[in-house]
T-cell receptor
Framework: EDQVTQSPEALRLQEGESSSLNCSYTVSGLRGLFWYRQDPGKGPEFLFTLYSAGEEKEKERLKATLTKKESFLHITAPKPEDSATYLCAVQGPMDTGRRALTFGSGTRLQVQP | NAGVTQTPKFRVLKTGQSMTLLCAQDMNHEYMYWYRQDPGMGLRLIHY???????AKGEVPDGYNVSRLKKQNFLLGLESAAPSQTSVYFC??????????????FGQGTRLTVV
């Protein structure tokens, strides 16, 4: 059974204070690891997909990295508008047919001015 | 280009009532999903569809039924609502590809309260 654990559950940062969010996963054959951002009352918004260990992707102040057991979402010099819940999800073997994602519970990030 | 649209956005039901949640996508995606999101539990897959006319059970299917009569629409039904079905429901869709651009796109959610 695929499992995804995110830490910390909540994180409060000062504007400009860089930090990292962790996503540990267990899956038999990773097809993809996904990061989403979710604002209150909204649906998850896609950020990144990582497919293999060592891969990195960046978008503005966000950088996602992947190892064989975990992924990190690094936030550099965050701004208040980066406040949101960040979700990590994995996609297991294609032969399951469904291609659905297994999600972690998320990290609630609050960036104070 | 609306993406994934869910209706209604909010609903309050009495125990035992029935309702249907509608999901429509305009991206010509083959795969569609229904998830529920509860505090501290993340998103959990209810049912999914890999194409028009096909549906399958996810992790938490009990108490729900689905239909996909048209490629662009995926309906989630509650035949007899229970308080345990109080949740936020999200529909999502994705392409049918082996690699690349396989991310799921989500709707804005339906907040359902069963009293």
């Amino acid at each position: 059974e695929d499992q995804v654990t995110q830490s910390p559950e909540a994180l409060r940062l000062q504007e400009g204070e860089s930090s990292s969010l962790n996503c540990s996963y267990t899956v038999s054959g990773l097809r993809g690891l996904f990061w989403y951002r979710q604002d209150p009352g909204k649906g998850p918004e896609f950020l990144f997909t990582l497919y293999s260990a060592g891969e990195e992707k960046e978008k503005e102040r966000l950088k996602a990295t992947l190892t064989k057991k975990e992924s990190f979402l690094h936030i550099t010099a965050p701004k208040p508008e980066d406040s949101a819940t960040y979700l990590c999800a994995v996609q297991g073997p294609m032969d399951t047919g469904r291609r659905a994602l297994t999600f972690g519970s998320g990290t609630r990030l609050q960036v104070q001015p | 280009n609306a993406g994934v649209t869910q209706t209604p956005k909010f609903r309050v039901l009495k125990t035992g009532q029935s309702m249907t949640l509608l999901c429509a996508q305009d991206m010509n995606h083959e795969y569609m999903y229904w998830y529920r999101q509860d505090p501290g539990m993340g998103l959990r897959l209810i049912h999914y569809s890999v194409g028009e006319g096909t549906t399958a059970k996810g992790e938490v299917p009990d108490g729900y039924n689905v239909s996909r009569l048209k490629k662009q629409n995926f309906l989630l039904g509650l035949e007899s609502a229970a308080p345990s079905q109080t949740s936020v429901y999200f529909c999502a869709s994705s392409y049918r590809r082996d690699r690349g651009n396989t991310e799921a796109f989500f709707g804005q959610g339906t907040r359902l309260t069963v009293v």
